[in-house]
Each structure stands twice: as structure tokens, then as C-alpha cells.
């Protein structure tokens, strides 16, 4: 027998599989989809094999060495899967399959055992026995204590003082175990489950009456109308029919509230699955997929891979998220992947949002999707009332974070003892420190970017490639001591604040604040329990929390999100807003929203104040269609990377030619020009963009262009293939 092993080898991966013969020691346990230890040059490497036949092949072929994990096999669903994304993304096979691993069972890691184990001691003598020598042995105290419970079950070892436990080994009572355990154990504590109402129930009947189809659900629902509780009742229902589901949030802080309501309802049959667990965590987790010991998988993106069986529905939710696109190789969309296993499976996808993406509210409206909608909180909440504030006459007072307006709501809150939430959508202290005497910026010597401050460790970091350096007072160009920061980040805020309120309770929640583990659970338990009165963050607040003592969201700066340079501007500066202020008022106080900016009269701004999401969808989908934009147009970005200008500059220009002559006529090549960040660590990056309606030579064209730079030493090519950023 023989077998076909696909092996990552070089920084640019072949993307071809090598035969193996199958020793006969090995012919029973091998299998497709199993991760092998194979001969390969003068080296000895990992990979997986994704065929094994009878044929003998026409060349010479070695042996493969050893199965690298016996227990690990990817099925054959996620075999095809990996194709899927191969094709979709025009990423290696192997990359693929990388991607869809976690570490611990990626093909090059040869760490062989992620297993936590512990010692138990358990009795290895009958119970006559053991009684016997209780009766025996009165006066050892201890040991009868420990007898006597051992009697329910094994104890840890480390429970047992070794005395007692050499003794009782040395009388041949009890014997020692090591077995392995799992790291995360749930427990179901949630008795109460609530019914559904109203127009809960019409989005679940819905659903519930194609179960047993594909089918992609768009469930549009304004923050606070129950669509978390929808979701739960689904997926109790899919479990009733021995099926199983995954729910997908976007980011890990938001796993955190989720997973809670979902370890309370369901228990151990939950797992779940994110990037801040360590690699033994996602190790057990993936174990007990794997083993079909849980039936429900809750995560962020990457949990779409688990291999879950028997799948009865896929949840996403906030599907607007930017966070369901990977943004680097393999490119793809969480989404897309839902759809696929969704259609495997034959089961229903939703996709949840109380701002749904243009692409799937489009698609909603010419039926590709079931529509489905909340338009009401829960208990009639009222939607927050939203100010908005003018800045240029608040900066004329001097005012240059919070307005009159703005400080003289906190205080009302702060005096009823509710809670408020500030979000600015940039970290650190100050964007730039700029000098007052000759202008001189700091930038970071690797990249096209200014460098922000961070006042807690007095340093300049570059929030691309990680670039840091000491501020310090003196300008390096004129040598003033004149360096002053401009901008605003969310150091600068907290500060702030913190001078303004010295008696109430301060917390900052953004990347630099969360990046320790357990610090979001920490955070989040603390502002649950009212430990806090203002909570400060970036968007990282602004999604699916549901704090009932929030009663006030002020954004400090609207205009940060609305200036970014990206067709999606608008779009995500609605939903961000809208999102935001959904965390106020979501019980029974009613809530407040306060937007600080320049453009008080920006279409965009008018719309989040007037909650009018449908008003903003007609306005946005308009500009796009002049622009041709997504959705009226598909896109593909390509960028051009090279440490040399010149080069970059030249490959560039050739690959336009290429694609202009063999791209289909209707659809339309931009560029080159240069990238948004121009230069990242040393390397310059010059961009392509396409749009195209429908276009059968476009994909070939792609792979051509791709497979001519795959060796290229001084050339690198990023396709994306629908981006959400250009
Ligand atoms: P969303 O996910 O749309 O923001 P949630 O599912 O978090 O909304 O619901 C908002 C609040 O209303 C939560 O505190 C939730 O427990 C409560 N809730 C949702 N559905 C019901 C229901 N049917 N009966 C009672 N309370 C509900
Ligand atoms: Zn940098």
C-alpha cells in the first residue's frame, strides 16, 4: 500500500503531495487524514496523508517512519474543506489544513503530548479487606479517614500525605493512576429557562420549520431584543434531534458573557474554543469535539473548523464583524465556511446582527437569504435617546475630550449610581507627539506610521509591527525640549477621567489592558458586580455586552471612525455606533447616548441618532452603486510586496498589464498605486484592485499570476479575494 503525504517544507510551501510506501507494521493504523513522520531529502518531516492506494508507483518510494499522533485524524469533511478553502482563497493545500489546526496538532509541531495528567489513588483490595484492617488498625486515625473515602471514589494523589499513602500502598489497600484530565470542566447551573415571546417566536418558528435543510438566515435584530436567547432555544432544539451546533461571536471578549450563558444552560456539553486559550485548553477542547463528548461549540473564528459531527445548525453572531475575515493567508471568511459546513450538513445557517453588512441585508432583500427580524427590546426597553454635540464649539471653551454637555450627563449618572461607558477607537495615550518648535514627528524607522504614546510605560510604540522606543522630552531633530502629544488615545482618556472623578472607579478596556490571560473575565465579573462606575474602552466595548447598570455611552470622537480612508467607512461607523450605543439602557432605566464630533450634520451620524438602520442601508448601498462597490461589485485586492521599491513598483505595473489583457472586459483593473500603509517593516507594498460582476477568467488569471511569484525571493503577492478593506 501507499500513501499520498502532503508536507509543508520551505518558507514558500510546495503545494504537491509525495508517495510513501506504507510498512507493513503500519498498514492496519494508517488512515487519511492522519499526521505521519516520513523521510524527505537528508531530513525527516511531518505531514498528512490524503490518499492511500494500491498502485505501485513508477518511482522509487521510502517507507513512512511512524504515525505522529494516533488518536488525531482529520475527517473527511474537513479533508474537503481544506480544498474548499484552497480554491477560495488560492492558499496551499497544506496552508489550509494549517490554518484549520490548533497548535498543538499542526503538522509541524512535535510536541507529542498535550495531555495534563494528575495521580488519583484508588482501592485495589475488596471491601472485606479494607474493613478487616480498619478493624485491625484503630488507632491510625488518618489512614482510616482516607480509607473511608476512598470508599466514594479515587483522590488526587497530591490530597494524600505520603506517609499514610506509603503505608497503605505497602499493605497492597490502594494503588496509584495517572489519567489524564481536562483543563476546562463547565457546569450547568441555569434551572430557569425562559420562554420565548412574541417575535422571538416567529424567528424560531421559522428556522425550526426548515431544520432539516440548508438554508442562511438573517436574523435582524436591535440590540437588546433577545436574539442571544433565540439562538439558545435553537440550538436546544437541534440537540433534541441528536444534532449538533456552533456559535460563533466575533471577539473573545465577547466569549466571555456568552459562554457563561451557555455553560449555564447547557453544561458540559458545551466546549469552547478561542485564540486566548493556551494550546493545552484548545488542545482538551478540540479533544472532546473530536471525541463526541459535547455537542455544542462556542467561539471566535476559528472554531468553525472543529471537527463537530452531525452539525443541525450554524450561528454567527454579530455577523457584521470584521473579525470573521482572516487577514492574512489563508484569507478567508468565517463566513463563507459556515456556509459550506452548513450545506454539508444540510442545515441552517444564522446570521445575526442588529447591523447586518450591506452584502447581507442586499441579499436578504432579493430573498437569497430568509429574513427575519426583532424590532423590539425585551420588557419594552426603549431604545437609548442619542445627542449628538458639536466639537469646534466645545474646543473653543477649551474643552478638548468631554463637552459641558457630555460631563454634566456623567455626573447625573454617576450621582444615580449607574454605570457609563466612554469608547474611543484608539489605544494609548496620544496618536502623535509632535515637536512645537520644528514639527517634528516621531515615526517608526520600519514603517509608513506614526508612532502612538504610551504614558503608563512612557514609551512610543508602532501599532503595526511592533516597533518601540523611550519618548523623551527633547526633540531628536532640533533638540527643544518642546515635544507636546496631540490626539487622543484611551490612556489619555483614563487619565483624564481619573483627574475629573478622583471618587469614582476607573477601568480601561482595550488591547494593552486584556492582553494577559483571564484579564477580560476579570474586567467583565468586575463590571458586572458594579466595581466599577466609568468604563473606558476602544470597540472592543462596543458589541453583544449586556451590563443592565449602563445606562450612558458618550463617544468621544466619532470622526476617528468616520475619516477612515476606506469605502467602508460609513457602513462601519454605523454599525460601531449603533452597536455602542446599544449597551445603554438595555433593562429598565433608560439609557443616553452622547456622540461627540465635528460633522454634527453627517449623513451618517443622522442616521445612528435617528436609529434609522434601513435609511442608512438605502444611503450607503446608493454611493456604492456609483462606485461600484460592493455588493453591486465583487472585489479582489492584490497587493505587491518587495524590500525594493523599484521592484515593487515594476512587478506591479506588469501584473496590471497581465490581468487588464486577460480579465473578462466587463470587469475593471485599478492601480497600481500605492498601499494604504505604504511601507510595513522595511517592505513596500503597492496595491491592485479588481472589480468584477461575473467573471469566468478572473480566477485563472488569479492562480496564473500566483503561481508565477510562488518562488520569487524578492517579490511577494497578497491576493485577497473579497476584502473588507482596500
Ligand atoms: P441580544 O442578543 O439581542 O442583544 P439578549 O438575548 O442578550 O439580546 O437579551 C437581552 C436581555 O433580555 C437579556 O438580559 C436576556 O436575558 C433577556 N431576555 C431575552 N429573551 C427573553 C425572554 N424571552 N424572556 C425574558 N427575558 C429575556
Ligand atoms: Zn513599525
Request: aromatic content about 10%; glycine content about 6%; hydrophobic content about 35%.
Amino acid at each position: 500500500m501507499y500513501a499520498d503525504v502532503l508536507v509543508q517544507y520551505g518558507a514558500k510551501t510546495l503545494d504537491r503531495t509525495f508517495t510513501y510506501h506504507i510498512p507493513d507494521s503500519l498498514i492496519d493504523d494508517v488512515k487519511v487524514g492522519m499526521k505521519v513522520y516520513v523521510p524527505f531529502g537528508a531530513q525527516k518531516i511531518n505531514g498528512f496523508v490524503v490518499a492511500i492506494n494500491d498502485d505501485k508507483p513508477n518511482k522509487e518510494t521510502k517507507d513512512i517512519i511512524a504515525i505522529v499522533t494516533k488518536d488525531f485524524v482529520l475527517n473527511s469533511e474537513l479533508m474537503e474543506l481544506g480544498k474548499y478553502i484552497q480554491e477560495k482563497t488560492l492558499c496551499s493545500l497544506i496552508t489550509a489544513y494549517q490554518a484549520m489546526l490548533p497548535t498543538a496538532l499542526k503538522v509541524n509541531n512535535s510536541k507529542e503530548d498535550y495531555n495534563l495528567y494528575k495521580n488519583y489513588v484508588y482501592l485495589s483490595a475488596s471491601l472485606t479487606d479494607v474493613d478487616t484492617y480498619i478493624l485491625h488498625n484503630m488507632r491510625s486515625k488518618r489512614q482510616i479517614e482516607i480509607l473511608e473515602s476512598l470508599k466514594n471514589g479515587p483522590l488526587l494523589k497530591k490530597d494524600i500525605p505520603s506517609s499514610s499513602l506509603e503505608k497503605l500502598l505497602a499493605v497492597g489497600l490502594v494503588k496509584c493512576r495517572k489519567e489524564s484530565v481536562y483543563r476546562i470542566n463547565p457546569v450547568c447551573t441555569d434551572a430557569k429557562k425562559r420562554e420565548l415571546i412574541d417575535e422571538q417566536n416567529v424567528a424560531f418558528d421559522a428556522v425550526v420549520s426548515k431544520k432539516n435543510e440548508y438554508g442562511v438566515f438573517l436574523l435582524h435584530g436591535v440590540t437588546g431584543s433577545g436574539k442571544t436567547e433565540v439562538y439558545m432555544h435553537l440550538v436546544a432544539e437541534v440537540l433534541k434531534d441528536g444534532k449538533r451546533a456552533i456559535v460563533l461571536v466575533p471577539e473573545i471578549s465577547l466569549t466571555t458573557q456568552i459562554v457563561k450563558r451557555f455553560y449555564e444552560r447547557f453544561g458540559e456539553q458545551v466546549a469552547i474554543f478561542h485564540s486566548n486559550l493556551s494550546d493545552g485548553e484548545k488542545y482538551d477542547e478540540y479533544k472532546k469535539i473530536m471525541n463526541d463528548e459535547v455537542s455544542i461549540v462556542v467561539g471566535t473564528r476559528s472554531a468553525i473548523f472543529t471537527p463537530l459531527k452531525n452539525i443541525g445548525i450554524i450561528i454567527i453572531d454579530e455577523e457584521h464583524s470584521s473579525n470573521y475575515k482572516q487577514e492574512n493567508n489563508p484569507r478567508y471568511n468565517a463566513i463563507d465556511i459556515a456556509k459550506w459546513r452548513a450545506s454539508y450538513h444540510k442545515c441552517p445557517v444564522i446570521l445575526g446582527s442588529a447591523t447586518p453588512s450591506l452584502e447581507s441585508m442586499a441579499r436578504a432583500m432579493k430573498g437569497v437569504y430568509n429574513y427575519l427580524s426583532l424590532q423590539n427590546r425585551i420588557g419594552n426597553a426603549k431604545l437609548p435617546t442619542i445627542h449628538i454635540v458639536d466639537m469646534a464649539s466645545e474646543y473653543k471653551k477649551r474643552n478638548m475630550i468631554l463637552s459641558d454637555f457630555l460631563k454634566e450627563k456623567i455626573m447625573g449618572c454617576l450621582e444615580r449610581g449607574e454605570q457609563i461607558m466612554l469608547l474611543l477607537n484608539r489605544r494609548g495615550y496620544s496618536t502623535i507627539m509632535m515637536c512645537q518648535s520644528c514639527g517634528y514627528t516621531y515615526k517608526c524607522p520600519h514603517c509608513d506610521i506614526t508612532l502612538t504614546y504610551h504614558k503608563s510605560s512612557n514609551h512610543l510604540r508602532c501599532h503595526y509591527c511592533g516597533y518601540t522606543t523611550f519618548n523623551s522630552e527633547i526633540c531628536p531633530e532640533c533638540h527643544e525640549r518642546a515635544i507636546r502629544d496631540y490626539g487622543l488615545g484611551t490612556e489619555k482618556v483614563e487619565s483624564y477621567i481619573k483627574e475629573l472623578y478622583p471618587s469614582y472607579r476607573v477601568v480601561r478596556m482595550d488591547t494593552d489592558t486584556t492582553s494577559r490571560k483571564g484579564s477580560y473575565e476579570k474586567i467583565i465579573t468586575n463590571i458586572e458586580n458594579h466595581e466599577y462606575d466609568i468604563i473606558i474602552g476602544t470597540q472592543m466595548i462596543s458589541k453583544g455586552f449586556d451590563f443592565p447598570l449602563v445606562t450612558l455611552v458618550g463617544i468621544i470622537n466619532a470622526d476617528e471612525s468616520l475619516n477612515i480612508p476606506d469605502f467602508r467607512s460609513g457602513e462601519n461607523t454605523f454599525s460601531l455606533l449603533s452597536q455602542v450605543s446599544g449597551r445603554a439602557g438595555r433593562h429598565d432605566l433608560p439609557g443616553e447616548v452622547v456622540i461627540q464630533t465635528f460633522n454634527p450634520d453627517n449623513k451618517t451620524l443622522r442616521y445612528v441618532q435617528k436609529n434609522d438602520y434601513l435609511g442608512n442601508y438605502k444611503y450607503e448601498m446608493n454611493l456604492r452603486k456609483q462606485l461600484r462597490y460592493p455588493p453591486y461589485y465583487y472585489l479582489v485586492g492584490i497587493k505587491v510586496l518587495s524590500k525594493n521599491y523599484e521592484t515593487a513598483s515594476k512587478e506591479a505595473t506588469k501584473i496590471a498589464n497581465y490581468l487588464r489583457n486577460n480579465i473578462s472586459a466587463s470587469s475593471i483593473c485599478l492601480g497600481p498605486t500605492t498601499a494604504r500603509m505604504f511601507r510595513i517593516n522595511n517592505v513596500y507594498r503597492f496595491q491592485l484592485i479588481v472589480k468584477y460582476r461575473q467573471d469566468d477568467k478572473l480566477m485563472d488569471s488569479l492562480k496564473y499570476i500566483d503561481s508565477e511569484y510562488v518562488f520569487n525571493k524578492d517579490v511577494n503577492l497578497e491576493i485577497d479575494i473579497d476584502p473588507l478593506h482596500i
